[in-house]
């Protein structure tokens, strides 16, 4: 008589344990990659200032482009002024953080080489063991983030992007 009882309040526990663990995971939101999960979070120096640091989860509320860059990538050199004119134009409504994959350097110290006399304005970030970039599955450079608001990832671009796209691009960020 007592295993009937037993059995039956033992599966309703477990069954109410995981509907409220799903319901706990969509509360919290899944984090990865994809389009729609929750952008993976970081906190990462600024390159010209060892002291202070920039923590993607204290932009929420923000639209965010986060893009990954190195001073040997071609590509990502080509495209720096087209942010910086980007950035110049919509810094009040986009916040806009390039991430130098700081482990892929030859030298450290290239990454500020390359950007010193450039005038760029948008904050640069150094990621030294390239672990911001490990979280993002970046492969090949420069590849770009598109952040909602509320943390999830809108859209993302593998490659030089133009002006056009960027603009494209951040127009569909909610």
């Known amino acids: 008589m007592?295993?009937?009882?037993?059995?039956?309040?033992?599966?309703?526990?477990?069954?109410?344990?995981?509907?409220?663990?799903?319901?706990?995971?969509?509360k919290r939101g899944i984090t990865g990659i994809e389009i729609g999960n929750m952008a993976p979070d970081f906190e990462l120096q600024l390159l010209n200032d060892e002291n202070e640091t920039i923590r993607l989860s204290d932009l929420k509320g923000k639209k965010v482009?986060?893009?990954f860059w190195a001073s040997w990538c071609k590509?990502?050199?080509e495209e720096m002024p087209e942010i910086?004119?980007?950035?110049?134009?919509k810094s009040d409504d986009i916040e806009v953080l390039a991430v130098n994959?700081?482990?892929?350097?030859?030298?450290a110290e290239n990454a500020h080489e390359f950007?010193?006399?450039k005038g760029y304005t948008f904050p640069l970030l150094v990621d030294p063991k390239n672990q911001a970039s490990s979280d993002y599955k970046v492969l090949g450079l420069p590849e770009t983030f598109f952040i909602n608001s509320?943390?999830?990832i809108n859209d993302f671009i593998k490659g030089q992007m133009d002006l056009e796209m960027?603009?494209?691009k951040v127009g569909k960020l909610k």
Do not use: H, W
Not at 3 to 23: C, H, S
């Open 101 to 107: 994959m700081t482990a892929s350097e030859v030298k």
């Open 65 to 67: 482009v986060v893009n």
């Open 166 to 168: 960027l603009e494209a």
């Open 75 to 77: 590509p990502c050199r």
């Open 84 to 89: 910086q004119e980007f950035y110049e134009t």
């Open 2 to 26: 007592v295993k009937k009882i037993i059995i039956p309040l033992i599966l309703i526990g477990l069954i109410g344990y995981a509907v409220f663990d799903f319901v706990e995971d969509k």
């Open 115 to 117: 950007v010193e006399g």
């Open 150 to 152: 509320d943390g999830t």
